[in-house]
């Protein structure tokens, strides 16, 4: 998913723009093939927003019945979140997180699978807002932490919802890999590390599971003292977070067409899979060795 897209315009942004080129389709082959689309996409957008202020009214009403102020806090914070987002733009790093977790779902319900939906780049995603709410006194680093691992704890208790016999032996249970990925390289070719690359990083560690799994993108440029938490953190047993090499899987991308900003922003996903926001949803050149045609849904390419 474009989880920047959903926090920078909200569903109202982008049911907008699906209700505009809706009304702008004029020639039949259009409205057979375009229309639908664009319907499902207001559908979907209505859904979501309907489906997260259900969750600030049930907030809201727990809020009214707790009687410790810091929990009578918490759920006020839980309802606004939940009222304002995903049907608006995000204002908040808490509405941020709420936002990828609604969106996450809503993809787990649409695809009925738990776990090989591609978090993203959390470091740079979520960037933005965190730097905005710590200049403003709005968070603290640690309470940035606590969100991620509620965040964390979520996505563990996510299963398949079609679950088998024969998916559970082949993969020793219900199994699901939400992979977020961290460090890198911007777009632009910078290095990607920022403070909030360790608390993600952090974040996990005391944990003790599996979920998230975690991806460290590293290149010649990566600093030493973020090699190094990286090392310690592999060192609590986890196997975690995975290593991946930049300066092997960049040039891999090149060599198959890839624009070079795209290359740069790619993300990890599933065990060792490497998607590209906006461009494609499987490790596609791994298998086929040619560029797939943006928005092809066909696994034969």
Not at 4 to 32: C, F, Q, S, T
Not at 116 to 126: P, S
């Amino acid at each position: 998913m474009d989880w920047g897209k959903l926090m920078a315009r909200g569903r109202k942004g982008i049911r907008e723009e699906a209700r505009a080129r809706l009304a702008a389709l004029e020639h039949p082959r259009d409205l057979v093939h375009k229309r639908p689309f664009y319907e499902a996409v207001i559908i979907t957008c209505d859904a979501l927003s309907i489906w997260a202020r259900r969750y600030a009214k049930l907030a809201g009403e727990m809020a009214a019945k707790e009687t410790r102020s810091q929990r009578k806090d918490e759920l006020r914070q839980i309802a606004e979140a939940c009222d304002w987002a995903p049907e608006n733009p995000v204002r908040t790093f808490h509405e941020a997180i709420q936002v990828q977790w609604f969106a996450q779902l809503f993809s787990r319900l649409e695809e009925m699978v738990g776990g090989q939906i591609c978090q993203g780049r959390y470091d740079q995603i979520f960037y933005p807002y965190y730097m905005n709410d710590l200049t403003k006194g709005r968070i603290t680093p640690e309470a940035a932490k606590e969100l991620f691992q509620c965040l964390w704890l979520n996505m563990m208790q996510s299963v398949e919802s079609q679950m088998s016999p024969s998916a559970a032996s082949g993969r020793e249970g219900f199994s699901h890999h939400e992979t977020v990925t961290i460090g890198g390289q911007t777009a632009e070719g910078r290095d990607a590390t920022n403070e909030l690359s360790y608390i993600v990083l952090e974040s996990t560690r005391p944990l003790k599971c599996s979920y998230p799994e975690l991806a460290v993108r590293i290149y010649a440029g990566t600093p030493d003292k973020f090699l190094h938490a990286v090392a310690d953190a592999i060192k609590d047993g986890k196997c975690s977070p995975k290593v991946i090499n930049d300066e092997v899987e960049i040039p891999f991308f090149l060599s198959h067409g890839v624009e070079m900003r795209e290359a740069l922003d790619y993300s990890v996903s599933g065990c060792t899979e490497l998607r590209l926001p906006n461009r494609e949803t499987i490790a596609w050149a791994h298998f086929c060795g040619s560029r797939r045609p943006a928005g092809s849904n066909n696994p034969s390419w």
